[in-house]
Every structure is written in structure tokens, then in C-alpha cells.
Nanobody
């Protein structure tokens, strides 16, 4: 069982920045063995994929956040980050960390962290 713990959310003004962290803990689990993603869900909307980093380190991001959000990871800390710049009110949502393992195709979710962009 992999536990994903997110942190770093909060209230920020439009144009501001935040960095979210997601630390994975489980015996033998390593980030290289999974595709790690950030999703978000705004009130009344479906959960949407924000960004992904693969086991080999390739990244991609949704068009709505390209150029503003960056996904990265620190293998030594078993932690994935989402650096968010130029935040907009429409970025307000609960952000969730997700791990999809390559072996066994298992799917894990964090508990979510709230990001609110408002003046």
C-alpha cells in the first residue's frame, strides 16, 4: 500500500505562486516505478489531469497550465512537486496527487490539498 501525502496548498493572490509537494511512503516504492500526476477538482466540476511525470522523467501538462505550472520530482526524497506560477482564480481547486504503478497497474491517491486564488 502506497501512501501519498500532499502539502503546500493555501490562499494566494492572483499572479502569485505556490509549490505543492507529494511524498510517497511504502516499503520498496520508488517514484521511478510509477507515473506520478497531479489532478485538480474545482467545485461542481470533474476532476482533471494537471500534469504528469513518468518514471523516466518525461513530463507533460494540461494546456490550461502550460508555461505556468511545472511538475518535478526528487527521487531521494520520494517526493513530487507542482510549482505553480502566475496563478489565476480559475486555478482554485483541490489538488490531488496520484501514482499509477507500472508493475501491477495499481492506482493510489492522496487526500488532496486546497488551493485558493483570490484577492
Amino acid at each position: 500500500q502506497v501512501q501519498l501525502v500532499e502539502s503546500g496548498g493555501g490562499l494566494v493572490q492572483p499572479g502569485g505562486s505556490l509549490r505543492l509537494s507529494c511524498t510517497a511512503s511504502a516499503s520498496g516504492f520508488r517514484l521511478r516505478g510509477a507515473a506520478m500526476s497531479w489532478y485538480r477538482q474545482a467545485p461542481g466540476k470533474q476532476r482533471e489531469l494537471v500534469a504528469t511525470i513518468t518514471g523516466s522523467g518525461s513530463t507533460n501538462a494540461a494546456d490550461s497550465v502550460k508555461g505556468r505550472f511545472t511538475i518535478s520530482r526528487d527521487d531521494a526524497k520520494n517526493t513530487v512537486y507542482l510549482s505553480m506560477n502566475s496563478l489565476k482564480p480559475e486555478d482554485t481547486a483541490v489538488y490531488y496527487c496520484n501514482a499509477k504503478t507500472y508493475f501491477g497497474n495499481l492506482d493510489y491517491w492522496g487526500q488532496g490539498t486546497q488551493v485558493t486564488v483570490s484577492s
